[in-house]
């Protein structure tokens, strides 16, 4: 997106970004929430990271595949790409990239709940003692 909009290559090169990328901008929130959750084992930091992940990660990116669907289904029916990104079919690097970032927020999801629930039992314990 930023070399879209710095213009840092020819439009022939890159193609500008699509709608859903500018909220998606907003997944750096969460792993700010998570990191500041650290240093006291804040479980309502880790808590708002989950949720905000959620919100600005996970839901830009199921917009984006659908809203990129039309043309991955005309590239996949008829073979025509109109838009292109270094030379390739943007629909395509679009998609392997959605695939890697859900892949990305997934495991940092799994692992924030074990955090949690490690977090959450630790300090259980220290309630019952």
């Known amino acids: 997106m930023s070399v879209?909009?710095?213009?840092?290559?020819?439009h022939d090169?890159?193609?500008?970004?699509?709608?859903?990328?500018y909220p998606y901008l907003l997944s750096i929130a969460p792993s700010l929430l998570g990191l500041l959750s650290f240093p006291r084992n804040n479980i309502s930091y880790l808590v708002l990271s989950m949720i905000s992940m959620g919100l600005f990660s996970i839901a830009p990116?199921?917009?984006?595949?659908?809203?990129m669907f039309p043309a991955a289904q005309q590239l996949y029916r008829?073979?025509?790409?109109?838009?292109?990104?270094?030379?390739?079919?943007?629909?395509?690097?679009?998609?392997?990239?959605?695939?890697?970032?859900v892949q990305v927020h997934a495991w940092q999801l799994y692992y924030s709940k074990k955090l949690l629930d490690s977090w959450f039992t630790s300090t259980q314990e220290k309630k019952r003692k």
Do not use: D
């Not at 879209?4 to 020819?10: A, N």
């Open 61 to 67: 990116l199921i917009y984006g595949s659908m809203e």
């Open 78 to 101: 008829h073979g025509k790409a109109y838009r292109f990104l270094f030379g390739f079919s943007a629909v395509s690097v679009m998609y392997l990239v959605l695939v890697l970032a």
């Open 13 to 21: 090169q890159v193609a500008m970004p699509y709608q859903w990328e």
């Open 4 to 10: 879209g909009h710095l213009r840092l290559l020819s």
